[in-house]
């Protein structure tokens, strides 16, 4: 079933995808500092101390970040990824996926004709990369 998104749906869904390795460095940056940051050296083990503050406070923190807006574009775009192309073998599926990606961050520099997917027709590849699109803005809520 192909659904016609609205123009500003579009490209919305459009630049999440531009954005998306950008975010997804930044979040797993983010995520390592977290979890890696050293607070509280100078905490005194009594009975008195909350001993769990520091870990409770990084748990908090990741929690915080997972449920920030630039994780939910990465989320949305790598869910849309993992359906695309699940009907094809291995290979084709992961061409399939860098074609799509360099088309929506640059359809000007990479057009159908220079990707070199032979694996599918002018068609079916630009079918195929409004289905990304359309998972992303079902994802992020935008369509239901």
């Known amino acids: 079933m192909k659904i016609k998104l609205p123009p500003d749906v579009q490209r919305i869904c459009?630049?999440?995808?531009?954005?998306?390795?950008?975010?997804?460095?930044?979040?797993?940056?983010?995520?390592l500092d977290?979890?890696?940051?050293?607070?509280?050296?100078?905490?005194?083990f009594s009975p008195n101390n909350n001993i769990s503050a520091p870990t409770q406070a990084k748990a908090e923190r990741l929690e915080k970040l997972?449920?920030?807006?630039?994780?939910?574009?990465?989320?949305?775009?790598?869910?849309?990824?993992?359906v695309l192309g699940s009907d094809l073998?291995?290979?084709?599926?992961?061409?399939?996926?860098?074609?799509v990606i360099l088309n929506i961050e640059n359809n000007k520099e990479y057009p159908y004709?220079?990707?070199?997917?032979?694996?599918?027709?002018?068609?079916?590849?630009?079918?195929?990369?409004?289905?990304?699109?359309?998972?992303?803005a079902m994802y992020l809520g935008l369509i239901e």
């Open 14 to 31: 459009e630049e999440v995808i531009r954005g998306y390795e950008r975010r997804r460095e930044d979040y797993e940056q983010k995520r």
């Open 34 to 44: 977290i979890i890696y940051t050293v607070s509280g050296n100078n905490v005194e």
């Open 66 to 82: 997972e449920n920030s807006m630039n994780v939910r574009f990465v989320r949305a775009v790598e869910q849309s990824l993992a």
């Open 89 to 99: 073998p291995r290979d084709s599926r992961e061409r399939l996926r860098t074609a």
């Open 113 to 136: 004709e220079v990707l070199g997917i032979d694996d599918f027709s002018r068609r079916e590849f630009y079918r195929r990369r409004s289905q990304l699109i359309q998972g992303v």
